[in-house]
């Protein structure tokens, strides 16, 4: 791992860290399940939260130097970036692959067009066992078995979480979600 990273990750929080090592985990395990590649797998998940602390200030400092544009979404939740700003991070570096990259950036909206790795990302991160919630192991096994339905799944629960607080569909989540519908999404 490049040192950078290692620093990075240094910096966050054993709560964190502690997920973040659960995601790998489960990343090393679906990488063996659906065939990934195992090295692009554990970096993803190792770098997926590394901008998670950034202060939201922070991460639109960090969101303009680096150049990445952005919503409405965005700017009224700085959060969503972490994702954008972490994939830069390790792009920057040379680090992974573009599908790492991918996989890094739109781990927390998902997105339409997401590559195998991409949607292991996102399945892994709301499965990891850390997570507390009914149904979890039920879903992790069925991320093992057939990953386009794990994502479905996955994908379906956050929009409930979403909708139980009244918070807004990104535009991206809309746009994974019309294309597991079949039906095209345009955003605007
Ligand atoms: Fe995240
Ligand atoms: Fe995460």
Avoid: C
Wanted: hydrophobic share 40%; proline share 6%.
């Amino acid at each position: 791992m490049h040192p950078r990273l290692i620093d990075r990750f240094n910096r966050l929080t054993r709560h964190r860290q502690e997920h973040i090592e659960r995601v790998v985990a489960v990343m090393e395990k679906l990488a063996e399940a659906h065939h990934l590649d195992r090295e692009a797998a554990r970096l993803a998940g190792y770098g997926h939260d590394l901008a998670r602390e950034l202060a939201r200030s922070e991460l639109l400092a960090e969101a303009e130097r680096l150049g990445i544009s952005y919503g409405p979404e965005e700017r009224a939740e700085p959060l969503l970036l972490h994702g954008p700003v972490a994939a830069r991070w390790l792009k920057d570096l040379s680090l992974g692959n573009p599908d790492v990259w991918q996989a890094i950036q739109y781990h927390t909206t998902a997105a339409p067009g997401l590559s195998p790795l991409a949607k292991a990302l996102f399945v892994a991160d709301g499965v990891e066992p850390g997570r507390r919630y009914n149904g979890r192991d039920v879903l992790e096994r069925l991320a093992y078995e057939n990953l386009e339905k794990a994502y479905a799944a996955v994908l379906q629960s956050t929009l409930q979480y979403l909708d139980a607080r009244h918070l807004p569909w990104h535009p991206l989540t809309q746009g994974a979600l019309a294309e597991l519908n079949g039906t095209a999404y345009a955003p605007e």
